[in-house]
């Protein structure tokens, strides 16, 4: 019994041996690896870099009023178009009564002079009848009342103005806003019943509307110094609005800035550029769009995918199949790239292949 169970577990191991030799000769005789292989193609190869900015339109105003007072009433709404010199609002005057009070006793003051002037002219005519004074005396009298008219009419003028924002002869009135552009009410901050402040030489104002002309619209970014180098007035862009996706514009390079800006730690230059604008389409102010800026553009260019290159001492190299599945490494002279395809100048013919990576 003792026999014939050593001959079962000489029998086990052999059969084990024997399966461990024939599977590593199956794996020893596997199938060689088979290298995939590319071939260059013709194509248009664009190098470009990427601005970050916003599309404003190249006009935007702020319509400030020459008076203090209360916004009495409003004429346009946010998004309306308006013609330059409609009015965009009434403001209702609320004047400083230590300065009316002031211009009605100048008022007082002038026409009590004018009386004065009144009464001493029939004098002087009695006496200019007579001979007692000469004509050129008389002339003088004359002009000392007609000056005195005026001052009535000065202060009464300055009176008025003050209550009610215009003189009697004006054909302007302070207190109505006109527009100063033609364009869009981009946004109207104070609603009827705001107080407002004038503009002067001491303050810049309440703004009452902020108006823009929304059919010369630009794109404002930034361009990082490495790319900025290469730039040049008169350079096609491809802006990509975020919120019209797919639908790119054209823009027209027409600024770049002489100083650069810090922005999040590197130097950024600013540049603006013309939009080209689709009747299709409404550009808002302050959309976000990334400017496409076409540095360079080879056109029927022979190229590979970059992938394909062996960079050696800053020297390029690809596998050139000679036969197949045999290679041989060969330098080439390349050009612009994408960043997916490289320009091969020299070095690889149309017909060859090269070993994929």
């Known amino acids: 019994m003792k026999r014939i169970l050593k001959f079962l577990i000489l029998g086990v191991i052999s059969l084990v041996f024997i399966g461990t030799i024939v599977f590593l000769y199956r794996k020893s005789q596997a199938a060689p690896v088979v290298f995939q292989v590319d071939s260059p193609a013709k194509m248009t190869i664009i190098k470009k870099t990427v601005a970050t900015g916003k599309v404003i339109p190249r006009r935007e105003i702020e319509v400030k009023s020459q008076v203090s007072g209360v916004v009495e009433k409003l004429y346009v709404t946010a998004g309306q178009t308006v013609k330059k010199g409609a009015i965009i609002a009434r403001i209702s005057l609320r004047p400083n009564m230590l300065n009316v009070s002031s211009a009605e006793a100048q008022v007082a003051a002038a026409r009590i002079n004018l009386r004065n002037q009144a009464a001493d002219m029939e004098r002087y005519k009695k006496l200019l009848e007579t001979k007692v004074i000469s004509e050129s005396q008389f ?5 000392n009342y007609d000056l005195q008219k005026q001052a009535v009419a000065s202060s009464e003028d300055t009176l008025l103005l003050l209550k009610t924002g215009a003189t009697k002869d004006s054909a302007n009135v302070s207190n109505m806003i006109p527009a100063t552009i033609d364009g869009t009410v981009l946004d109207v901050p104070n609603k009827e019943g705001s107080f407002i402040l004038e503009s002067s030489t001491f303050q810049s104002g309440t703004s009452v509307a902020t108006l823009a002309d929304m059919n010369d619209m630009i794109f404002e970014g930034l361009v990082d110094e490495s790319e900025v180098g290469k730039l040049k ?14 639908k790119p514009f054209k823009a027209t390079l027409e600024y770049i800035a002489p100083k650069g800006v810090t922005d999040q730690g590197t130097i950024k230059f600013t540049i603006r550029a013309a939009v080209t604008l689709d009747k299709d389409l409404f550009l808002r102010s302050n959309y976000s769009a ?47 790239s994408d960043g997916i395809n490289i320009e091969v100048l020299s070095g690889l013919k149309p017909d060859e292949k090269i070993k994929h990576r």
């Open 139 to 143: 002339n003088q009298y004359v002009t």
């Open 233 to 246: 007035q008169g350079m096609e862009l491809i802006l990509n609005v975020g919120a019209l996706e797919g």
């Open 290 to 336: 990334n400017a496409d800026i076409v540095l360079d553009k080879r056109e029927n260019a022979l190229a590979i995918n970059e992938g394909n290159l062996i960079i050696e001492d800053k020297k390029n190299f690809v596998e050139v199949e000679t036969a197949p599945q045999q290679f041989e490494k060969r330098e080439i002279k390349t050009g612009i």
